[in-house]
């Protein structure tokens, strides 16, 4: 489902929140202090919230992380390499690996990882059992499409597009209809599922 993983990385940051493991707007590196940019200031100020709303300053850089396999601590290591091409919070800008360091978080206040949260917190309560983290355990389902693609209208198999481990909490999670449908559904009733609140409605 690529970039739509985005939002089960923002509902489990609203969680934290919710639940007093973090607060919006206070800065990241209180809770991560490994955590930096190449911008002193904007290391000290950028905040949860800033990672969610792709206001950090910093270009796409994916280079940095396409078709790389380093782990969410190298990621987070190589942040401060990295040039802003805006001030923190002047502009927009897409950024795949702030969302990284939001699952990174999530992952590290609970004291386990983005993966085993979003399974024991949202997957498993909505019975959601076709979606994973990684293309290798959709591939061990007897039901899986392989992706094609088109060209000068012909239409091949391909290769399957595989958003690494490392930076999953930007886009790795796979998932079907019927999952989704659930997903929908569960937003649709403010977070209830069988009567049973999941999650507080004001995430």
């Not at 190589?78 to 919070?89: G, N, Q, T, W, Y």
């Not at 917190?121 to 909505?126: A, S």
């Not at 999953?168 to 796979?174: D, R, V, Y």
Request: aromatic share 10%; charged share 25%; with cysteine.
């Amino acid at each position: 489902i690529a970039s739509c993983t985005k939002a089960f990385t923002s509902l489990a940051v609203a969680i934290a929140v919710e639940e007093g493991k973090i607060s919006w707007d206070t800065p990241v590196r209180e809770y991560l202090p490994e955590f930096r940019l190449s911008d002193p200031c904007a290391s000290e100020r950028i905040t949860p919230k800033d990672l969610l709303t792709h206001a950090s300053g910093l270009p796409r850089h994916d280079d940095v992380w396409w078709k790389c396999n380093d782990t969410r601590e190298e990621y987070v290591h190589k942040l401060r390499f990295l040039e802003p091409s805006k001030d923190l919070r002047s502009k927009y800008q897409y950024q795949n690996l702030m969302y990284m360091v939001a699952g990174y978080l999530v992952g590290k206040v609970y004291g386990t990882t983005w993966e085993a949260f979003l399974q024991s917190r949202l997957l498993d309560p909505l019975k959601m059992t076709a979606t994973n983290f990684s293309i290798a355990d959709s591939r061990k389902s007897d039901d899986y499409a392989f992706p094609h693609v088109t060209i000068k209208n012909k239409t091949r198999s391909t290769d399957f597009y595989d958003i690494l481990e490392g930076v999953g909490p930007a886009g790795s999670m796979n998932s079907n209809v019927t999952d989704m449908l659930k997903w929908l559904s569960f937003h649709l009733n403010k977070g209830l599922i069988d009567g049973q609140q999941i999650v507080p409605e004001a995430c």
